[in-house]
């Protein structure tokens, strides 16, 4: 894992120190090493955490001849395959690594390179052949690049904290991306909250040449007419699919583990290492003091099964104090899922053992393990049965049942968003002072072919929250930490199969992850595959109104974004008021005005 960085040159007398300055910022990302290469009109530069080949695969790396460079960041789990063609079509090689065949797949095929490469990756190919850029992003975005272009000159970055070391690129808010955000939880891909600066969608690729940009997909996930039903075949399948994502994710030259929850994800990679595999990797969990928010006395259980050493840590509201403060600094973007608190907290907790950790993420996407696809074969037989409307704001309707008759008005693809949303389009002509009214997303209405619709509505989530999300989420927190994380449930070629499975084998109206619980049972006994699933989650709610009640009504009762004229006091107000005097639950909405707010403060 790397952090990456570089910018066209026009008339810098000062190439080598801004290269050095973008490089310090995301230093976490790289501790290992830092490295630069500068020609006339393009530099690169890496920080280097040291995985596979610790002694001669620094960055930058170069051809023979010297005329093509890389910076890379991620994994490329089939290198081994892939350098072997290539020796064999007489590339010489002078390190182990797998970002040394970067630049010999560029030399072989320049941009088709991409259909080769299995894995996590953003990089960057320096082509003084044609002076020419060319980054890339791996198929889901795993790993993250972003960019500013000026019409002439480019300069492009890991992250966006990067980017704002070079003279060339300024902050300036981008109010369009703050609706956004209150829609989605995250502000998808490819705008940011600042102007200017985009992130590279997943699955495409960058070429800059004699000042101009193009950008094209290279990749997407495609949905079959027809999905597969065979319960048999599926089970087989998709548990050997599983073992071979797990095994070639465990190439690494220095320590690795897994993050180990009581929810089934993680168990079932957990097991196969131990059962299947016969890896006795070390597994790593946390809980808190809350008991409703502590599962690690099921995780001890199941690594004690497995005859694995699980390491516990147990966290209280103090510990999350003064790291609710780090968050706009880890994410750049605002961002409110609250789980990224304990998912830092698990990161650093196994820096202190490893340096690569194996997780369990994905697998509710992939697999339908969410409520919310449960809830939504309930919204398809509902609206079957063309039933009157009712009044939503009469009393004794819950605020669950209220959102969720209220998504039945949205598309069936688009209800997940307004159900997981933390505030609704209606809401916000009262708490933002200007609003644009933007609508959700639909960018990928083309794409949903299955006559499956929960397939569909997997595959946008996969597309919107698991990309702008929780992938933003593992890559932050782990590498603040120094700490490569991958998961196997989002191997491309498991992805692919499990798209086009029958959503029958994934969830019902009672259950989710049907076809998991099938292949972990012959892993585990049933009393280790059934407690109610905490994940990594906080007591938030809970908290709000007691540990962090303080802090929060300090942040939000003079709000700089009010006195900046973007978000209304009084709404802020009112929300404030109605959950922490217990009038309403509104935690999801008061996490997301603290996340703005801090992100506000800490950038402008």
Request: hydrophobic residues 40%; aromatic residues 12%.
């Amino acid at each position: 894992m790397c952090g990456i960085v570089g910018f066209s040159i026009d008339n810098y007398s000062q190439t080598k120190n801004i290269l050095q300055q973008m490089l310090s910022v995301i230093s976490y990302r790289g501790p290992d090493h830092q490295g630069t290469y500068n020609c006339e009109k393009l530099a690169i530069g890496s920080c280097r955490l040291s995985i596979i080949d610790l002694e001669k695969a620094n960055q930058p790396i170069s051809s023979e001849d010297n005329l093509i460079w890389t910076v890379f960041n991620g994994e490329i789990y089939n290198f081994q395959t892939l350098r072997r063609q290539l020796i064999e079509k007489g590339h010489i090689f002078k390190t182990a690594s797998d970002t040394e065949l970067l630049v010999h797949l560029w030399q072989e095929y320049k941009e088709n390179m991409l259909s080769f490469l299995d894995g996590m990756f953003s990089f960057a190919i320096l082509d003084l052949t044609e002076n020419r850029l060319f980054l890339a992003r791996d198929p889901l975005g795993k790993k993250p690049l972003f960019y500013f272009y000026n019409g002439e000159n480019i300069v492009f970055a890991s992250e966006i904290k990067a980017l704002f070391k070079n003279p060339l690129v300024t902050k300036k808010i981008n109010l369009e991306s703050i609706e956004k955000y209150f829609l989605h939880g995250f502000i998808p891909q490819p705008d940011t909250a600042f102007k200017d600066i985009q992130s590279l969608k997943a699955g495409h690729y960058l070429s800059f040449k004699n000042k101009q940009i193009e950008i094209k997909p290279y990749f997407n996930f495609l949905l079959s007419q027809t999905p597969e039903t065979n319960t048999k075949s599926l089970t087989i399948k998709t548990e050997q699919l599983l073992i071979e994502a797990i095994e070639k994710r465990l190439i690494s030259d220095v320590p690795l583990g897994i993050f180990l929850s009581s929810g089934i994800d993680s168990s079932l990679i957990a097991a196969i290492l131990a059962k299947k595999l016969n890896k006795k990797i070390e597994s790593f969990s946390i809980g808190f003091k809350e008991a409703s928010h502590d599962e690690s006395h099921m995780a001890n259980a199941i690594s004690k099964y497995l005859g694995i050493k699980n390491y516990t840590k147990i966290f209280s509201a103090k510990d999350l104090l003064g790291l609710i403060e780090k968050i706009p600094f880890i994410t750049e973007n605002p961002f409110c899922d609250y789980s990224i608190l304990s998912t830092y907290l698990l990161s650093g907790f196994a820096k202190e053992k490893i340096k690569v950790a194996l997780s369990g993420d994905g697998g509710d996407e992939i697999f339908g393990g969410y409520k919310k696809y449960s809830a939504l074969l309930y919204s398809l037989f509902i609206k079957k049965l063309n039933m009157p409307k009712l009044n939503l704001r009469r009393k004794g309707i819950t605020r669950i049942a209220r959102n969720f008759l209220e998504g039945l008005n949205y598309p069936y693809y688009q209800r997940g968003i307004f159900w997981d949303s933390p505030f609704k389009p209606y809401e916000l002509p009262m708490l933002l002072k200007h609003c644009a009214n933007i609508s959700y997303a639909q960018d990928l209405d083309n794409l949903l072919t299955s006559k499956d619709k929960l397939n569909n509505f997997i595959f946008w989530d996969i597309n919107y929250r698991l990309q702008n999300s929780f992938l933003l989420k593992i890559d932050r927190t782990s590498m603040l930490n120094s700490l490569e994380v991958r998961c196997p449930y989002l191997d491309k070629k498991l992805i692919s199969f499990c798209l086009n499975i029958d959503s029958r084998h994934k969830a019902s109206f009672f259950k989710g992850k049907i076809l998991l619980r099938n292949i972990i049972s012959k892993y585990l006994p049933k009393k280790l595959i059934n407690p109610k699933k905490i994940g990594f989650g906080i007591p938030l709610k809970i908290w709000l109104r007691t540990d962090l009640r303080k802090f929060t009504i300090e942040l939000l009762k003079q709000s700089k974004l009010a006195q900046a004229d973007i978000l209304n006091q009084k709404a802020i107000d009112f929300y404030l008021n109605s959950h922490i005097n217990n009038k309403e639950d509104l935690h999801n909405r008061i996490w997301a005005l603290i996340t703005l707010e801090s992100w506000f403060r800490q950038w402008f």
